[in-house]
């Protein structure tokens, strides 16, 4: 199912998201314009939060993955517009907490704090973070690069990137 969310998001189609109300916004959403901070986050969320502390920030308006490939609880937050867009957050089943944070398709918009942006070449990639690792995942590419306690990373299709991920170290890159 994810591999398939992940496929059809790749349309770079803008998603059609509004602003949060107050309430939306006291019970936590899904921002319209997220931003990675490379080793660290995204959208304020960061590996080894717990189930509550990411739906305080992301809200509770989210698909449980419960099909293959999600082996562990992951929390699937999708904008309304109705495209596949948005992001996902995976947990480790013994401590419920986020070994993984990976947007869900091309979501026009978000960027990185040094500036990476959806849609922008891979080059890019290569100009601000040196020479990162490359992984072959189904039906994408990833270019990884790895500080102490989580890997960062970029995926992309026909050359451009399209979505990011933070994982722990020693587990896939390919979400």
Not at 94 to 105: D, E, P, S, Y
Not at 110 to 125: H, M, N
Request: charge should be positive.
């Amino acid at each position: 199912m994810l591999s398939l969310v992940l496929s059809l998001a790749v349309t770079f189609a803008p998603h059609g998201a509004s602003a949060p109300s107050a309430q939306q916004r006291a019970a936590g959403h899904l921002p319209a314009r997220g931003v990675l901070v490379v080793g660290k986050s995204i959208a304020g969320v960061k590996l080894g939060m717990t189930q509550a502390q990411v739906k305080t920030i992301l809200g509770g308006n989210f698909t449980n993955c419960i099909t293959s490939p999600c082996n562990d609880p992951t929390f699937l937050y999708f904008y309304p517009s109705g495209e596949p867009l948005g992001m996902g957050v995976r947990f480790n089943k013994k401590t419920l907490r986020a070994v993984a944070i990976f947007t869900l398709g091309a979501v026009t918009g978000w960027r990185s704090s040094d500036g990476l942006k959806i849609a922008d070449p891979a080059s890019k990639v290569y100009d601000l973070y040196g020479n990162p690792r490359y992984s072959k995942c189904i039906g994408y590419e990833a270019l990884s690069v790895q500080q102490p306690g989580v890997v960062t990373s970029f995926y992309l299709t026909s050359g451009v990137v399209y979505s990011y991920a933070l994982t722990m170290p020693g587990a896939t890159v390919c979400q």
